[in-house]
């Protein structure tokens, strides 16, 4: 098989999450730990740091990623789900793994797959381990895919785990309370192996802090270990700088370190995950990681060119100004409205399209009354129909069109915004990778 033809064989022979939703969510580790013994068991052949959490993970191990490349290590990534090419999945300091090396694996295994019949997210698991092994990685950032206690990427020892924080988001998988949420996502501290928690949010911090005693793991939380200084601002409203770097200071409470950072990733809430970053580099500092924070400075003004990091808070076009973000439960759209609210328009013009398998009630009563919708349905199996999103935004005064794809409502947004207006584009990952 050509590569194509591969990834062809990937999405239509194995269970996956994208097009089956729960049902392509496996309930143990059994599967990924059956490959990886194939395999000679690579998750054991590499340094790793595991970052879970609701949201931020994906921006905090692009961030971390940059750092430790910028430091002179030679850094895995694996994150989840990839937007343009499968292959964005997996990267040796930044680079996608070559077409090839998928081809081959997947011929090299396919009778493996034939007989554990993994989903397609084990088997994309068991790919990256494979890659970090035979690349001989001198540390890997490894992001849960859903969850953590029976994500397949728990079958790593890690040197550090990391929680960004909890929020509502895959609840007929993970439980129906932020504490349950949140002790599925504790199953990823381990025996003696310090955690970071990014957020102290005061209802679930008693999960994370027993799990940690049990564990006889340190832990602390990011937040509060840094304070972000009043001068710390996005700069140049609405011009194009603004949407380039973001100007941070950024002070550690009882060292008293402080850093200025420019940072490339624009969006508020990489505030949050700053703090999270920074706490990290303390702790594999402690470890024996060479970091400096001439090496921190470096990285984090490059962040997208490093890694490859795309659809968070970006800029598509400045005439009419078009934004797109991937934050699509309850607290991802918390803050994406944060960043509508503190970017200058006249009248907000928003694309959005979500699946059909969650609960969106409460993303849509969040939602601006006084913008028009241009509603439109992601290219995948799970992407909610337009017209029903159509019917269920109204009820939340939420008025606009349906389009038979994003594209076309992206166009008629662009073509209807004036000068001074925003054109926002997102509701869910899937239709951000349409237009990035």
């Given at each position: ?6 990834i062809q064989y990937l999405y239509t022979q194995l269970p996956m999450f994208t ?418």
């Amino acid at each position: 098989m050509n590569y194509q033809q591969t990834i062809q064989y990937l999405y239509t022979q194995l269970p996956m999450f994208t097009r089956d939703g729960a049902s392509a969510f496996k309930k143990d580790l059994t599967n990924t730990l059956e490959l990886c013994k194939r395999l000679g068991n690579p998750q054991h052949q590499f340094k790793s740091i595991h970052i879970a959490g609701t949201n931020g993970k994906g921006s905090t191990s692009h961030m971390l990623a940059a750092i430790l490349q910028t430091a002179g290590y030679k850094t895995g990534l694996y994150t989840s789900p990839h937007l343009k090419d499968f292959r964005e999945r997996i990267r040796v300091n930044g680079q996608m793994i070559s077409e090839q090396t998928v081809i081959d694996f997947v011929a090299r295994h396919q009778t493996d797959f034939d007989e554990i019949e993994p989903s397609f997210f084990e088997m994309t698991v068991a790919l990256a381990f494979d890659v970090f092994a035979k690349e001989k990685v001198d540390i890997a950032i490894v992001e849960v895919g859903l969850g953590g206690r029976l994500d397949s990427t728990n079958v790593i020892t890690p040197l550090l785990s990391v929680i960004t924080n909890i929020g509502w988001d895959h609840m007929n998988m993970l439980g129906n309370t932020l504490q349950l949420i949140a002790g599925e996502k504790a199953g990823i501290i381990k025996p003696g192996i310090p955690v970071v928690i990014g957020e102290n949010q005061p209802e679930i911090a008693p999960v994370f802090i027993d799990k940690a005693k049990q564990q006889d793991s340190n832990i602390k939380f990011a937040s509060d270990e840094w304070t972000i200084g009043d001068d710390s601002k996005v700069k140049n409203q609405n011009s194009k700088t603004q949407f380039e770097y973001t100007e941070l200071t950024i002070t550690h409470c009882s060292q008293l370190t402080t850093y200025y950072l420019k940072l490339d990733l624009t969006g508020i809430y990489q505030q949050k995950n700053i703090k999270t970053v920074l706490s990290a580099v303390d702790e594999l500092r402690m470890q024996g990681f060479v970091i400096t924070d001439n090496h921190i400075a470096t990285a984090l003004r490059q962040v997208k060119t490093l890694t490859g990091l795309h659809g968070r808070w970006e800029v598509l076009n400045m005439q009419p100004l078009t934004i797109c973000d991937t934050g699509h439960n309850p607290d991802g759209i918390q803050e994406v409205i944060k960043n509508i609210a503190a970017t200058n328009h006249k009248h907000l013009h928003f694309v959005m399209g979500m699946v059909n398998d969650k609960d969106i009630t409460k993303v849509l009563a969040m939602l601006p009354t006084n913008a028009t919708y241009y509603f439109c349905k992601p290219d995948i199996p799970r992407g909610l129909d337009a017209e029903s999103l159509k019917l269920q935004a109204e009820e939340f005064g939420l008025h606009g069109n349906t389009y038979i794809s994003v594209k076309a409502a992206l166009q008629s947004a662009q073509a209807n915004a004036g000068d001074n207006d925003l054109v926002f584009v997102g509701g869910s990952t899937f239709v951000v990778a349409e237009i990035v």
